[in-house]
């Protein structure tokens, strides 16, 4: 059974950073397809970062300010973000998926609870 549990999340002036942690159980996160998503409020979940085989992708946005990456021997998934901004406040999720390409929230099978990060300006 595959489990995924983020911790991290937290509130923070903007200009702030945190980092978001992803804990994996029964999915090896040294496998393609992880990524990290976020939900704005009021808004749909969107894919901010994501890493297969080690190659990293980030949307526009966040680009320079966030970092993905993974940790093989701890098992965890890892979202350094700095330089933080109002609108980057929402419910992160960790996720992760059995195929060889992911790309969309349909591609993904595994999904966290989520952690809430607050930016306040």
């Known amino acids: 059974q595959v489990q995924l549990v983020e911790s991290g999340g937290g509130s923070v002036q903007a200009g702030g950073s945190l980092e978001l942690s992803c804990a994996a159980s029964g999915y090896s996160v040294s496998r393609r397809c992880l990524a990290w998503f976020h939900q704005a409020p009021g808004k749909e979940r969107e894919k901010v970062a994501g890493i297969n085989l080690g190659r990293t992708s980030y949307i526009i946005p966040v680009k320079g300010r966030f970092t993905i990456s993974q940790d093989n021997a701890k098992n965890t998934l890892s979202l350094q973000m700095n330089s933080l901004k109002p609108e980057d406040t929402g419910m992160y999720y960790c996720?992760?998926?059995?195929?060889?390409?992911?790309?969309?929230?349909?591609?993904?099978?595994?999904w966290g609870q989520g952690t809430q990060v607050t930016v306040s300006s």
């Open positions: 996720a992760a998926g059995d195929g060889e390409y992911c790309y969309t929230s349909k591609d993904y099978n595994y």
